[in-house]
């Protein structure tokens, strides 16, 4: 049963303090998101890549966040430094798109992390 | 500006009867269409989606929805509804156009099913 895996699940770390957190994609898709979800803001899109190049990071804050994919196996999000409105739970989905096909993949998202920033 | 409005902040049923979870969405052409649930401290599972053909889609557990072009709308039903169907309900749609496969989603609505 082939899973998005995340990690940590949680994390709590103090204002200024560097976070990572890591996303395994199921093995063979092509396509990863880092959405962040809030009560307040719902579901937002921070960065999309697509065969490991980064597509749009677009709603991500680019002073403090970055994403990176060192390999077809992870993806990274990092913030340096981090802010308590940082706290949110990040998901990280990952979808295959074939070829060059305008058809649409299905996202399958992670469990998350669960960032407290205080 | 692209839209996705779930007009209902929770929808509340008992146990057994069927289930409506509004969606509809302001989307240039014919966009594709999705379903998604959260259940508490999980990630988003995928439910069901539209791409083309048949206006009713099946999906998982249960699930179905309706696709009508001309009220721009995608709402999700099941004939009877199950305690454990209670969780956070995502619609989405993707453009077709643009080369891009983003997703925009609604703000979502609870579903709470009572014994």
């Known amino acids: 049963d082939a899973r998005v895996t995340q990690t940590p699940r949680h994390k709590v770390t103090e204002m200024g303090q560097e976070v990572t957190m890591r996303c395994q994609p199921i093995l063979g898709h092509n396509t990863v998101f880092w959405y962040r979800q809030t009560m307040m803001q719902g579901l937002e899109l921070l960065a999309y890549?697509?065969?490991?190049?980064?597509?749009?990071d677009s709603g991500m804050p680019k002073d403090r966040f970055s994403a990176e994919m060192p390999d077809a196996t992870l993806a990274t999000l990092k913030i340096q430094p981090s802010e308590p409105r940082d706290s949110a739970v990040y998901f990280c989905a990952s979808g295959l798109v074939p070829g060059n096909s305008g058809s649409p993949d299905t996202q399958y998202f992670g469990p998350g992390t669960r960032l407290t920033v205080l | 500006a692209q839209s996705v409005a779930q007009p209902e902040d929770q929808v509340n049923v008992a146990e057994g009867n069927p289930l409506t979870v509004k969606c509809t969405y302001s989307?240039?052409?014919?966009?594709?269409l999705f379903w998604y649930v959260q259940y508490p401290n999980r990630g988003l599972q995928f439910l069901l989606k539209y791409i083309t053909g048949d206006n009713l889609v099946k999906g998982s557990y249960g699930f179905e929805a309706e696709f009508n072009k001309s009220q721009t709308s995608f709402h999700l039903k099941k004939p009877s509804a199950l305690v454990s169907d209670s969780a956070l309900y995502f619609c989405a749609v993707r453009p077709r156009s643009g080369g891009y496969n983003k997703l925009i989603f609604g703000a979502g609505t609870r579903l709470a099913v009572h014994p």
């Open positions: 890549f697509r065969n490991r190049a980064p597509l749009d």
């Open positions: 989307v240039s052409g014919n966009p594709y």
